[in-house]
C-alpha cells in the first residue's frame, strides 16, 4: 500500500517507534539509524524528547513530511515537558476511570497513550502522503498523547457533561448484569449478558436456587444488587474449569470468554490459529521486545476477481481542501469501532453516509444526551450523514447496492458473515464496485476458531492478554475505557487511510480487522518492554501518581493533602485527574474540546481529533440529525425468503 515510502523514524518515544512498525506493515522502508533527513519522504520525531531546535529546522524547511509526537500540543500550559504514558492516563482521567469501585485508580497495564499515537499519525501520515500525491503539498502533522487520551474517553464524557462523575466499575458494566470476572475452578472468566433472554439461559443452566429471588427479576433489580447477584454467579462458575465453563456459554448464546494469561497466550486457540509462527516462537522462547512484530494487526486481499477497468480521475477539490475531500464512504455498525472509523474519515474531509436501522442505532437513546440524542452517540459520529435502512427488504439492499456502486470505501463492524447473509458477498461487492475499499470489524476475525462466539470490548479485553497485564491488588481488571474497541477502530483507520493513499488503484481490496488481533499485539509489546515503575498515593480529595521513590513520611502527609498540594510535595507525581474535573481544565478546554452545531442548530460538545495537518486539516463541525428514512415499495409477499440475521 506504502510501497516506495521512505520514512525515518528518529524520536525516542514509543510512539514514534510503533508508528514506524505500522508504516513499515503497510509497505514503506523505514530507516532509524541516521540523522542525514535526505532522500526520505517521511520524517517521525519526538520534539519534547528529542533535539527540538533540529526538528523545528525541517519543519521549516518544507521538503519532507514531518510527524512530531509529543506529549502535549504547543499551546499546552504543560508543552516541551516529556510526559510519561501513565503521567498522561493520569492527566486526562484515564488512570481515574481504571479499576474497582472501591479500590484505588489504576494505570493501564499498556502505553495506551503512546500506541493511540502511534496509530493515529500513522493514520494522519498516510493522509498527508495521498495529499503529496494528488496535489504535491508537503506538510507537517502534530500528534499528542494527550489529545489520544481525551480521545478514548467517550464512554465516560457524557456523565461529565451532565454534570457527573464518573466512577470505576472494574470488570462490572454500569448498565448490565450479571457482566464481570468470575474465578472458576483453574483461573477467570468474563461474562456478559446484555439480554433477559440472555439472563434467563444462564440462570436455567447455573441451577443456583437463589438466582431465582425476586431482587434479580429485571435488570434494574440486577444492577442493584449486583454484589449479590454476583456472588451467587461465582458459586456456580467456581465448580467449572474455565474451558468448560467457556463453551457453555458460548453454547447458549451468552458472550463469555477466559482471562487468558500474557504468557499463556501461545495457547489460546484463535491466537494460535491465526498467528502459528508468534505461537510457536513464544511457546519455545518466551516474549520479547521484537515478538509483538510477528502479529498483524490488519489482513489485505483482493476484494474480488473483478477488476476496475479504468481508475477514475479524483474527483476535483481545491489544493488546500481537507485530505479526504471527494472520497464517499458508507458505514454500516454500531457502539465503537465502526463509528469511530466514519468519524475520522469524515473529519478529513470524506463525505460519509451511516446506514442505521429504522429504529436507529441502539446507542442514540443512551443516557445522559439532549434532544433524543446521547452524548455518546454524537461524540462517535460527527460530520456524518445517516440514512434509515432495514436490509432485510429488498427495495433497501438496492438502495444500499446504488450507494455502494459509487463509494470508495465500506467499513462496518457486522457480526461475521452477517453483510453477505444479506447477499453482499465480498464478489457481489466487487461486481457492484470493483474498485471499493471493503474493511470489515470483527471481534476474533473472519477465520476464527469461534465463529458463533459473541465478542464484546471486555471479553476482548480478557482474551487479548490486558485485562491480565492491567491488575489491581492482583487481581485483573480491564481497561476502563473501551480499548479493545477504540484500538481496533484506529487499526481500521490506518489501514483504510494506507489503501487510499496507494498508487495501485486498479482494483478493490478487502481490508480484515480482528479486535482481538490488535489487543495481543498491543499486549505483547507491553509484555516485551517489562513492568513500568510508579504508583498511585490516596490524598484528601483523590489520588496522585508518582513514578518516583515514596518514604513513609511523604505517604502520610498525601492523606492529609489535597492532590494538588500532594503532587508538588513528591518527586515526580501528577495529580491524577476525575474525566468531570477535565471541564475546569483550560488546557483540556481549548485543545481538545470544542462545539458543533447539529440540523437544528443546538450546539453540542465534541472532541477535536488528536492529530493536526498544518495545510489541510481536519475538521469536526456538525453532530448528525434523525436518519432519513427511504421511502420503501410494498412488503415482499410471505412466502419471499428473508435472511435472519439482523446487523449487530
Known amino acids: 500500500m506504502l510501497e516506495g515510502l521512505r520514512v525515518l523514524a528518529c524520536g525516542e518515544r ?134 489520544c487520551a481525551a480521545s478514548a474517553l467517550t464512554t465516560f464524557l457524557p456523565a461529565a457533561f451532565a454534570g457527573r462523575s464518573a466512577g470505576r466499575v472494574g470488570n462490572r458494566h454500569p448498565a448490565c448484569a450479571p457482566w464481570n470476572a468470575y474465578r472458576t475452578r483453574d483461573g477467570w472468566i468474563l461474562i456478559c449478558t446484555s439480554t433477559e433472554e440472555q439472563w434467563r ?154 446506514i442505521e436501522p429504522p429504529e436507529g442505532e441502539v446507542a442514540r437513546s443512551w443516557k445522559p444526551g439532549q434532544g433524543g440524542t446521547s452524548y455518546f452517540f454524537a461524540l462517535n459520529n460527527t460530520d456524518k450523514q445517516t440514512i434509515a435502512l432495514d436490509l432485510k427488504h429488498e427495495a433497501d439492499r438496492a438502495h444500499l447496492r446504488a450507494l455502494l456502486k459509487d463509494a470508495d470505501v465500506l467499513v462496518e463492524n457486522l457480526r461475521p458473515g452477517a453483510l453477505a447473509k444479506l447477499g453482499f458477498t465480498r464478489e457481489t461487492l466487487g461486481a457492484i464496485n470493483p474498485r471499493l475499499v471493503y474493511c470489515s470489524i470483527s471481534g476474533f476475525g473472519i477465520a476464527s476458531a469461534y465463529p458463533s462466539r459473541p465478542a464484546f470490548d471486555t471479553v476482548i479485553q480478557a482474551m487479548g492478554g490486558l485485562m491480565d497485564l492491567t491488575r489491581s491488588d492482583g487481581a485483573p481488571v480491564k481497561i476502563g475505557a473501551s480499548g479493545a474497541d477504540i484500538l481496533g477502530g484506529q487499526a481500521a483507520l490506518f489501514a483504510i487511510l494506507a489503501r487510499l493513499a496507494s498508487r495501485e488503484e486498479d482494483g478493490g481490496t478487502f481490508i480484515e480487522i480482528s479486535m482481538q488481533d490488535v489487543a495481543a499485539w498491543c499486549a505483547l509489546f507491553a509484555a516485551g518492554k517489562g513492568a513500568s515503575r510508579g504508583q498511585t498515593l490516596a490524598c484528601l480529595d483523590g489520588h496522585i501518581w508518582t513514578e518516583g521513590d515514596v518514604s513513609d513520611a511523604e505517604r502520610a502527609r498525601c492523606i492529609t493533602q489535597p492532590k494538588a498540594a500532594a503532587a508538588k510535595d513528591v518527586g515526580k507525581a501528577v495529580p491524577v485527574m476525575r474525566v468531570d474535573e477535565l471541564l475546569d481544565d483550560s488546557d483540556f478546554l481549548a485543545d481538545m474540546l470544542s462545539a458543533a452545531r447539529d440540523a437544528t442548530g443546538a450546539f453540542w460538545p465534541v472532541l477535536k481529533v488528536p492529530y493536526r495537518l498544518s495545510k489541510t486539516p481536519a475538521r469536526v463541525r456538525a453532530v448528525p440529525g434523525a436518519p432519513e428514512t427511504v421511502r420503501r415499495a410494498p412488503p415482499a409477499p410471505a412466502h419471499a425468503p428473508v435472511p435472519e440475521d439482523r446487523p449487530a
Open 14 to 147: 514509543d510512539a514514534v517507534k510503533l508508528c514506524a512498525t505500522l508504516l513499515e506493515r503497510a509497505g514503506a522502508k523505514v530507516d532509524c539509524a541516521t540523522t542525514d533527513v535526505s532522500g526520505y519522504d517521511v520524517i517521525v520525531v519526538s520534539s519534547d524528547m528529542d533535539e527540538a531546535d533540529v526538528i523545528a529546522g525541517w519543519k521549516a524547511s518544507g521538503t519532507h513530511i514531518v510527524c512530531d509526537i509529543t506529549a502535549t500540543g504547543p499551546q499546552d500550559s504543560r508543552a516541551g515537558t516529556p510526559w510519561t504514558d501513565a503521567q498522561i492516563q493520569a492527566m486526562n482521567g484515564l488512570m481515574d476511570t481504571t479499576g474497582f469501585a472501591h479500590g484505588a485508580p489504576v494505570r493501564i497495564g499498556i502505553a495506551l497513550t503512546e500506541i493511540s499515537a502511534a496509530l493515529y499519525a500513522a493514520a494522519a501520515i498516510a493522509s498527508a502522503v495521498r495529499v503529496k500525491r494528488l496535489r504535491g503539498i508537503v506538510q507537517n502533522i502534530d500528534v499528542t498523547l494527550m489529545g
Open 201 to 354: 439461559k444462564l440462570r436455567q443452566e447455573a441451577r443456583v436456587p437463589q438466582l431465582d429471588d425476586a431482587r434479580f427479576a429485571t435488570l434494574a433489580g440486577r444492577v442493584s444488587h449486583v454484589d449479590a447477584l454476583d456472588a451467587l454467579i461465582e458459586t456456580w462458575t467456581a465448580t467449572l474449569a474455565t474451558e468448560d465453563c467457556t463453551r457453555l456459554c458460548e453454547r447458549i448464546g451468552v458472550a463469555a470468554g477466559p482471562i487468558v494469561g500474557i504468557g499463556d497466550l501461545h495457547d489460546e486457540p484463535n491466537f494460535r490459529m491465526r498467528h502459528p509462527h508468534a505461537a510457536r516462537d513464544i511457546e519455545a522462547s518466551g516474549i520479547d521486545a521484537q515478538t509483538y512484530r510477528q502479529v498483524s494487526i490488519f489482513e489485505t486481499s483482493a476484494l474480488s476477481e473483478a477488476r476496475a477497468v479504468a481508475t477514475p480521475e479524483p474527483r476535483k477539490t481545491d489544493d488546500h481542501a481537507a485530505p479526504l475531500a471527494g472520497v464517499r464512504v458508507i458505514e454500516i455498525g454500531q457502539y465503537t469501532t465502526a463509528p469511530l472509523v466514519g468519524k475520522h474519515l469524515a473529519a478529513l474531509g470524506a463525505e460519509v453516509v451511516k
